[in-house]
């Protein structure tokens, strides 16, 4: 068969980078079957960017079916609920050491890149649908923006970009793909604890993954019916402490306050205990926090191609789960069994929920949009209302001079925000009953 020209278009390639996240199969074939449907090829690339960032035309050549698959209607078809990455993914990162637009010039610093954009090439790709997180957007903005340093008669691949991450952490859209899933899983594991809580009298530590922001920590929490949440967002002056910055001597930084976090667990469990004699609780933590441990906690912590800290090596739960069991043991002479946990991976390939399904869905068919419709080179798809598509320009996301995303937090004082402190439990009518000491002693009771 002849494959067509539409708008440009004859080949188009996709590929997903970064975590798994639920509703990755409703994106990827949405956005295949749209162009299948128009008589055009579409190429699947395998694990991210993983093969096209060492490919070169002899010595590491990309092969049909090891290194991509071209996906026919019977590969796209009935998948939008299935678990998984249908095409695989990896965080490789071909941009990385290029920090500046500067660095583009630089043939040393685009070696990879160079790679990326000679596979497309030879592979006669016309357009690239990149999908995934904040990481793959400052990606796809560098293969774009390396596009622009080459010769005018260069043949220009057109990127545009899906946003995916189950941390919802991404300016440009509402909320991404995977979000819901991730939550409604955890929410209901955190109830499951709840229940194993209210057997045994005692609590439970939550860490939940998130990244940098508390979105999916503050959703479980609500979801949940947690008794206290706590992300990054709510580390202000009374749960922080300025300490010497071993990289810049005279300077002070701001790090959380593990023992006033532990105060503040032990003083909602006293609370539980004096109120209404309930001696089992759920605190959820986000993850993000361990970033603001003190850096002894942080030494020997890998981080990833992209540089972020394998925050889940640290595990928070327990951490704050061992200190807080002491402590309560401190103030009261007694002992309380204290558990930390630690969800997240369980979750990125989790059945999808049908809102995740039809948002992916949507982002899927706009990307077929953008590029044949619209004619667009350089954007990220988004959603916004009831599913309305729209369109947003790399360069609105991410910064031109240092070629960063900016992560979208919970905003503090926000409606979102606020219904999660209307829902849980308050620990500011705490008796002080010693020296240094806070809460009645529960056994008076």
Known sequence: MNVRNVNGIQRVAIIFAGGPAPGANAVISSAAISFVDQGLDVIGFLHGYENLQNYHPVTHRLLPDVHYRKLERRDIQGVRNARGIMIGTSRANPGKGIDSPA?????????????????????????????????????????????????????????????????????????????????????????????????????????????????????????????????????????????????????????????????????????????????????????GLAELLPPTYLSDVSRDDHGHLSLGKIDLGKLVARLVKNRYSERFGRSKKVTGVQFGYESRCAPAHAFDVILGSQLGIGAFRALVEEGLDGYMVSVHGQLDLHYVPFSDLVNSETLKTEIRFVERGSDFHRLARFLEERTDDIVEWGPGQRGEDPSNI
């Open 103 to 287: 660095d583009l010039l630089e043939p040393s610093k685009t070696v990879l890149l160079r790679n990326v954009y000679n596979a497309l090439v030879d592979l006669r790709i016309d357009a690239l649908i990149s999908i995934g997180g904040d990481d793959t957007l400052k990606t796809g903005n560098k293969l774009f923006l390396y596009q622009q340093t080459l010769p005018a008669n260069a043949k220009r691949v057109r990127i545009v970009h899906l946003p995916k991450t189950i941390d919802n952490d991404y300016s440009g859209i509402d909320f991404t793909f995977g979000f819901f899933t991730a939550v409604d899983w955890m929410a209901k594991e955190v109830q499951n604890l709840r229940a194993d809580a209210i057997a045994n009298g005692s609590y439970f530590i939550v860490e939940t993954m998130g990244r940098k922001a508390s979105w999916i920590s503050y959703g479980v929490a609500i979801a949940g019916e947690a008794h206290l949440v706590l992300g990054v967002e709510d580390v202000d002056d009374s749960l922080s402490t300025l300490i010497p910055d071993p990289e810049n001597p005279g300077e002070k930084v701001r790090f959380l306050d593990l023992m006033r976090l532990t105060d503040l667990i032990v003083d909602l469990i006293v609370k539980r205990e004096q109120r209404d004699n309930i001696h089992y609780g759920i605190v959820v933590l986000a993850e």
